[in-house]
């Protein structure tokens, strides 16, 4: 007898904290502590090497010395050069993912007349979050 007692009581008890329960809220991109990424941005010789964020359909542009070669991308299905532009450094994210912006240029000055020509080449990496 003690043991129905017990189960029922145990029924009744869930019974009741189920009618309190609510479902957990689903939190949205802003209180989930993510940031958003921004429509443009503008990036130089200082930010060799780095990360950054861009929106969907935000504006890339990479100014960087006429030494550099024309960047390039590595994932144009997310981030492409953007279309009718004249400026070989402007891409446009197109859909969430991650590419990485990519040029080099000479290592070494121009050789004087009758000396060796260095070959070695200095990257320019720039990885980018698109989202």
């Known amino acids: 007898m003690n043991r129905l007692r ?8 869930a019974a009741s904290l189920a009618g309190c329960a609510t479902p957990p809220a689903t939190p949205s ?8 990424c921004p429509a443009k ?5 200082s930010s060799n090497g780095s990360s950054i964020c861009l929106a969907v359909r935000g504006e890339l542009t990479v ?6 070669a024309n960047p390039e ?4 299905g997310v981030l492409a050069h953007a279309p009718d532009s004249s400026a070989t450094g402007v891409f446009i ?9 990519h040029t080099d240029r000479s290592a070494c000055p121009s050789p004087k007349p009758g000396e060796l020509s260095c070959h ?5 990496p720039l990885h980018v979050v698109v989202g």
């Open 41 to 45: 941005v503008t990036v130089e010789e």
């Open 63 to 68: 100014q960087l010395a006429p030494q550099w």
């Open 93 to 101: 994210g197109l859909s969430t993912g991650q590419a990485t912006v």
């Open 120 to 124: 070695a080449r200095e990257a320019f």
């Open 73 to 76: 991308t590595d994932n144009p």
């Open 29 to 36: 991109p802003a209180s989930a502590g993510s940031t958003e």
């Open 6 to 13: 017990t189960s029922a009581a145990a029924v009744v008890l």
